[in-house]
């Protein structure tokens, strides 16, 4: 398994629960593993099952997504695109952004 997906897992997992509060303790008897099963999966040491990814998006209310993507790179590519867009652009400029990135997305996939 790849590390990078273990770690950016386990980084999710932790957020997650600290947004909401939540020991590793309190997570493991929700979702039915060992102390040491959650701290694994937090510290990317082991990957959660997928059933138990089920387990912790229905308990946080939230899509199996959110807890497989890397929302850090996500968000340093989101604030660097804000920093460059203020309120005096249009709504034809900022389509125009996105359809140059779609752009680039596509020529990259050909690649």
Known sequence: MNSDLKNIIGSNIRSFRKK???TVTSLSKIIGVSQSTVSDWETGKKMPRADNIKKMANH??????QLLTNY???????NLIADHIDDSFTTKEIN?????IDLIK???KKE
Request: zero cysteines; a positive charge.
């Open 60 to 65: 946080w209310q939230i899509s199996t997504s």
């Open 106 to 108: 596509r020529a990259h």
């Open 20 to 22: 909401h509060h939540e």
């Open 72 to 78: 850090q790179k996500l968000n340093k590519f989101y």
């Open 96 to 100: 125009d952004i996105l359809n140059y």
